[in-house]
């Protein structure tokens, strides 16, 4: 099993800034892609940003300019970094990992989520 863990989320004011970070372990042995998604109540959940192991990203049109998807280094992580945050970007925010399993095969895992509001 992959074990996937996100961390970051709380409470902020409209216009602030928070930073997630998601870290992946278990069975896996290469990550293909770390993806973030998100799903306010009653809503759908939807891809936010996406992070693939050859370095490119892709964004949500609602988030472009504002959230960027990163590697970090130091902690082995890979972190969202969310800026001008509004109040329609409240949601619970998950973690997706795709890659490829230590026993063979493609492993697709999601973490708990993390919650973040902000308040107008």
């Known amino acids: 099993q992959v074990h996937v863990v996100e961390s970051g989320g709380g409470l902020v004011q409209a216009g602030g800034s928070l930073r997630l970070s998601c870290a992946a372990s278990?069975?896996?042995?290469?990550?293909?892609?770390t993806s973030w998604y998100r799903q306010a109540p009653g809503k759908q959940r939807e891809l936010v940003a996406r992070?693939?192991?050859?370095?490119?990203?892709t964004y949500a049109d609602s988030v472009k300019g504002r959230f960027t998807v990163s590697r970090d280094n130091a902690k082995n992580t890979v972190a969202l970094q969310m800026n001008s945050l509004k109040p329609e970007d409240t949601a619970v925010y998950y973690c997706?990992?795709?890659?490829?399993?230590?026993?063979?095969?493609?492993?697709?895992?999601w973490g708990q989520g993390t919650q973040v509001t902000v308040s107008s």
């Open positions: 997706n990992v795709v890659g490829l399993a230590t026993m063979g095969g493609m492993s697709d895992s």
């Open positions: 278990g069975s896996i042995a290469s990550i293909r892609a």
């Open positions: 992070l693939t192991s050859g370095g490119s990203t």
